[in-house]
């Protein structure tokens, strides 16, 4: 196990995640920027929460390869935010944490709004899983 309760594999998706998503925050400001990285640092966002959710998860039954058939509007706004809580004259540690804790929770909604291997195109009927707890309530 990690410093922070998760196993070593979650350790590594989450810092993934955090990367990932900072890589978006940036590509959308500056010179570089432009349609194409955008969209590729969009996919990458979605690619690294889906890894990252895969490593916390207790069941891993979704069509991961049906990712860009599935909203990302949320999980991108949270990217965004964490990109934006690290910065300014207002920025904290506590800040920071409560941003990745956002990612961390947005990107396992975001892996479960993704079909079931099963029953592709249906929706799954089981409420949400939520992080700290490893259990559906």
Do not use: W
Not at 5 to 29: E, N, P, T, V, W
Not at 67 to 76: F, G, H, N, T
Request: proline share 4%; net charge neutral.
């Amino acid at each position: 196990m990690s410093s922070g309760g998760d196993s070593a594999a979650a350790g590594r998706a989450r810092q993934h995640l955090k990367i990932a998503a900072l890589g978006y925050y940036a590509s959308r400001h500056g010179m570089d920027a432009d349609e194409a990285r955008v969209k590729s640092a969009r996919d990458f966002v979605c690619q690294y929460a889906i890894q990252y959710a895969e490593s916390v998860m207790p069941v891993k039954n979704r069509r991961i390869d049906l990712y860009r058939q599935v909203s990302c509007e949320r999980l991108l706004d949270v990217a965004i935010a964490y990109g934006e809580c690290r910065h300014g004259n207002d920025a904290d540690v506590g800040m920071t944490r409560e941003g990745m804790a956002m990612l961390c929770q947005e990107a396992v909604n975001f892996y479960e709004s993704l079909p079931l291997k099963e029953e592709a195109g249906k929706r799954s009927g089981l409420p949400p899983f939520q992080l700290g707890t490893g259990v559906r309530p």
